[in-house]
């Protein structure tokens, strides 16, 4: 009797681990294991092989010897063109993340002011393009910046310019792509939080004196910072290692550094540099992501409390 | 709702702006695939030539049914084990590691494409320089699908389950279920609208997904995606504009269902709410 | 209406007073204690009541008791079977949940027929079985609504005939009126107390509405901060309140703070700074002299007269400085020279405001020897 109980004890604590583990294991081999292996590569060197980059440990002398090439770091660190990529990025990333918070939260704003019956389907339109395929709605894009393309002919037609405007493969083309192809991503967590704003709150703050425009500055803004941050990362972090968007719209001078790694990849086929910039990409990512978190932590703590 | 929440015209404006903003271009995109003359911005007149050449193009056609096998396929096995991740998260005990767990569940999530896809290529080239086989092809893609679509939707089956009143699944066990059996008798037909959404939440990223298709994939496979990022790299293409606009409509009519699905439910939720109160 | 079970058991059995037995039960989550060392023996066929406060530590007991949360030491016995290691879906007791948690996606019959199906009942008997308890909750031309198609009432019923099906050893109610509006609840505690008194089963319920624990409990046990404080009938807990915070959890009572004068075998006296006049007990009580205690007095138990009361022991006089008007009856709050207020109700037997006091009337409040409770300080 006893021994049976301790048998279906067994079994029973086995079956819970048997749960845990399948998705563990598969998130260790496929999420955990390869990104040490880019950790390791990235402190390699080149070589002409297959494959193209040396081992960390050597045995020599009946030693084992770990070299860690730190020159990709350092190159990193140096090199204009890696550099130049960095600070493009973030400045892509974050200009185009402004324009969405400029554009998505008033349209959110709208949105939740509406009658709950046409607030669906509103909401409804501004998912529904994502669901269309994320590079074709780039592509549309491409007929219309091009230099003979709609935007130029119609400015041509109406007489506000003379000469088209170069627009296509310009970084300019590259922020009307990642603003067009995020904006629903900033709408849709401030509209999940501007909905849930108690109204009684803005009539508090009207029957206290306080006239819209200043209810809205001193009322409805600061109780939807948490909509604006997650907003905000949802649109930044995708964007800052956008690879797509560049490569389509905004052409070579649009040097961002999603295509710098694919380029050291598939270009130099420098798989060390290649696993260097992912790297500190991730690192750079790490800054926004650890303030979003502080930010959080901090507001449920203030719950709790 | 009173009057005084209404939003202005400078609201309203924006509303009208951003959604001419986010139509616009697919409208565009739209009209020119019914364009007869190859160059996309000169309109030539009317045809349907662009769309028979697209059911000609043999290469084209594979790559779609080539997406179709992999994010049918990812989105099954994302969907069993984003569930079973879902679960741990939301109802097991804490157990060593379960910090662990709960960050490589998530961590896809802000994952730059690039980086995922860089770090999959590494690992499927290690594994087949030691194996001495190639492993590239359409069994890379599935697996990299199955690990960044699984993130997303653990993230929608655990809000689910979270919201889930617990004393359901205790009153089952109450009644003698034991938690197998809650599991599959109760838990699961619950969350099954949930399990739907994350299924359709993976099998669109998965069909979505370009980069991380042309990072993983060798030669031996193309994913529609893939395809197309090719074709339109070397500028816009009237078969690519028949392609979209056949995509654009399938999304809208499945829109369209959805809402009519949504609204007879609502109105059934409605009339059932009055049938409970007239007896109350 | 409380159920009586002395009438309908004129007779007990050792076994049958400890057909629950809770013995030294401690449940601590993370160093906080929620359950302090709890010892309970509930009778057989009674329905007893956990009553306390959010966080009092009753629905830690009885989610111990339904087996959700398993006791860090103490054990449960039910009927002399050991509880604490079976897991919920073996043991012989069922609970009707706060939120009723029926099914949503099963018809009312697949909801009251679920445990008699995980018990591998045959189809025939199940059928039956499930027909039985939906006529005892007179739900019958229901059972083919899902759950969202039924009112709160509806549900409730629905609830508890799941819960009774599979004939529990032991009936767990958690909060069974929580979810209900006012008008319902006094309509549904009846015909629940007198369901489960026709079935006879034997029924542990948590509550944190007082009067819901004293109109369908045969014997409440009062709780605070994981401990117990008083276990009683509902008479006992009113009138022989044992501490100030029992005294102060039902109803309402002037507390008022002295010392013992007299220690006497037939009385005892009680001096106050509230009072000018010494509190005359009619009775001895376990006390010493110079002991500081507290003196509980119940409101209703207060007379209100306009002249000197000539024969009570126990008199004050003092200003009402605020009338509550409940319509039946007012509580005044009435100011003594001392500065202490006491609350005295005052039927309201006549029908114009003229005739009955008002605010700033001088008034003598009365009571009499055995009107109070004297609780250690």
Known sequence: MNTLKRWLNTAKS???????????????????????????????????????????????????????????????????????????????????????????YPMAYTIARLPPTSRNIALMLVILPSWISFLIRIYAWMGILQTNGLLNKLLLGIGIIDTPLRIMNTPLA??????????????????ANLVKLDLRLLEAAYDLGARPWKAFLTITLPLSRRGIVAGCMLVMIPAVGEYVIPEL???????MIGRQLANEFFVAGNWPMASAVAIVMLLLLMVPILIFNHIQGKEMEGRLT | MSSLHRTGLFGKGMLGFGYAFLYLPILILIIFSFNSSR??????????????????????????????????ASATVSVILATLAAMVLTRFRPFRGRTLFGALITAPLVMPEVVTALSLLLMFTTVSGFFGTSSKGMLSIFLAHVTFTMAFVTVVLSSRLAELDKSLEEAAMDLGANRVKVFFVITLPIIMPALVSGWLLAFTLSLDDVVIASFVSGPSATTLPMKIFSTVRLGPNPKINALASLLVMLVAQAAVIGWYIMQRQEKRRLRDIQLALKEG | MAANPEAVRPERSAADER????????????????????????RKGEIFALLGGSGCGKSTLLRCLAGFEKPTTGRILLDGQPMNDLPPYERPINMMFQSYALFPHMTVEQNVAFGLKQDGMPKPDIKRRVEEMLNLVQMVKFAGRKPHQLSGGQQQRVALARSLAKSPKLLLLDEPMGALDKKLRSQMQLELVNIVE???????????????????????????????????????????????FAAEFIGSVNIIEGVIKDDEKDFVTIQSAALAHLIHIGHGISGFEGQRVNFALRPEKITVT????????????????????????????????????????????????????????????????????????
């Not at chain 3, 039960?25 to 929620?34: L, Q, R």
């Open chain 3, 306 to 377: 306009k002249d000197e009361p000539a024969d009570a022991h126990n008199k004050a006089q003092g200003v009402i400085e605020d009338i509550a008007y409940f319509g039946s009856h007012s509580v005044f709050h009435v100011r003594l020279p001392s500065g202490t207020r006491l609350m005295a109700h005052f039927a309201n037997r006549k029908r114009w405001a003229s005739e009955n006091f008002t605010w700033t009337d001088k008034v003598w409040l009365s009571w009499g020897d055995n009107a109070g409770v004297v609780l250690p300080a």
């Open chain 3, 198 to 244: 026709k079935l006879g089963v034997t029924c542990v319920m948590v509550t944190h509405d007082q009067e819901e624990a004293m109109t369908m409990a045969t014997r409440i046990a009062l709780m605070d901060s994981g401990r117990i404080r008083q276990v009683g009938t509902p008479d006992e807990i009113y009138e022989q309140p044992t501490s100030r």
């Open chain 2, 39 to 72: 160059i996309s911005t000169v309109w030539s007149g009317f045809s349907f030539k662009w769309y028979i050449a697209l059911f000609k193009d043999d290469a084209m056609l594979n790559a779609a049914w080539v997406s179709l096998k992999v994010a049918f």
């Open chain 1, 249 to 255: 719209l905004g052409g070579p001078s649009t040097r």
């Open chain 1, 174 to 191: 590259a922020y009307i792509g990642i603003v067009y192809a995020y904006l629903p991503f900033m709408i849709l967590p401030l509209y």
């Open chain 1, 14 to 104: 086995h079956s819970r681990w048997a749960v845990i583990s399948v998705p563990y294991l598969w998130m260790l081999l496929f999420f955990a294991v390869p990104f040490l292996i880019v950790l390791k590569i990235s402190f390699a060197y080149q070589v002409v092989a297959i494959p193209p980059y040396t081992g960390l440990l050597e045995l020599a002398d009946q030693s084992v010897l770990m070299k860690l090439n730190l020159t990709n770091y350092l190159q990193l660190m140096v090199e204009d063109k890696y550099i130049d990529a960095y600070l493009n990025s973030i400045q892509i990333a974050g200009i185009s993340t402004l324009l969405c918070l400029l554009i998505g």
């Open chain 3, 19 to 42: 057909y629950v037995f809770i013995d030294d039960v401690t449940k601590e989550f993370d160093g906080f204690v929620a359950v302090d060392d709890v010892s309970l023996s509930i």
